[in-house]
């Protein structure tokens, strides 16, 4: 009897042909699966709705302005001296004798180097008009002024005196000023009430419109107002001895304009 090699079974003859379609079945799934589109795994997904953006709320716009006064414990003095000679050497000589008993003066009065500036110095010349319309040099004037502080109010009126006692007829007094040598504090307190000055405008408004006072979006503050200088009559400064000031009181002003929400 001739032997049966295992190819040539029924059995064997099927085995092959299945297995291989059984591997080809099983690759052809995966190909096909990894080659799906993403899309194809969430069906009926569709992009958000766009954010609708919320409007703007409403703001008032105010100024609020705040005041505070103190007593000056600074007079800053504007003096000076002038000289008129014929010639511009002989003008300011005169002007510089004049100024150094203007300085030797102050000193005399406790006032400190530190507390005495040059504030303009000059030489000019002075015309005059002739009989026939033409305009002639006829000398030169030299002047020279100077700002003091006067640390010491109540001693200013006595230092003014003093001033034009040492320079005569050459003595200049243009001017005083009262003020504080440290506003610091007199500044905070003005503009602590401009700021509630500025709150208090923008709740009444809030009110009046039938909101309610939001967050506070912006705050510019302007510059603060100094009081200028009180100008003191050569009349008065030829007095002699101390002359009379009134100090007053210093007033500080500031302003802030101040944007708020209304909810």
Do not use: C, W
Not at 105 to 116: C, K, S, Y
Not at 119 to 138: D, H, R
């Amino acid at each position: 009897m001739t032997p049966r090699h295992s190819h040539d079974l029924p059995g064997a003859r099927l085995a092959g042909p299945l297995r291989t379609l059984a591997v080809g079945a099983a690759l052809g799934g995966v190909l096909l699966g990894a080659a799906a589109p993403a899309s194809a795994a969430a069906p009926g997904v569709t992009a958000p709705a766009a954010a609708v953006r919320a409007p703007a709320p409403a703001t008032v716009t105010v100024t609020g302005s705040g005041r505070a006064a103190a007593a000056p414990d600074l007079a800053v003095l504007s003096v000076g001296v002038e000289a008129t000679r014929k010639t511009a050497k002989e003008a300011l000589a005169a002007q510089n004798t004049a100024a150094k008993a203007l300085v030797d003066a102050l000193h005399a009065q406790g006032v400190a180097d530190r507390d005495i500036r040059t504030e303009s110095l000059s030489l000019s010349p002075v015309y005059a008009q002739s009989t026939e319309g033409e305009s002639k040099v006829t000398g030169y004037q030299a002047g020279q002024t100077f700002a003091v502080k006067v640390r010491d109010i109540d001693r200013a009126g006595q230092v003014i005196g003093a001033v034009n006692d040492a320079t005569g007829d050459a003595g200049r007094i243009n001017g005083v000023v009262f003020d504080v040598s440290d506003p610091t504090a007199l500044r905070a307190t003005a503009r602590e009430a401009a700021h509630r000055d500025a709150h208090d405008k923008a709740a009444q408004h809030a009110r009046l419109s039938g909101h309610r006072l939001g967050r506070l979006v912006s705050l510019t503050e302007g510059e603060s107002v100094r009081p200028g200088p009180a100008a003191v009559p050569s009349a008065v400064a030829d007095g002699g001895e101390a002359v009379p000031l009134a100090p007053g009181e210093i007033e500080e002003h500031v302003t802030v304009t101040a944007v708020y929400e209304l909810i």
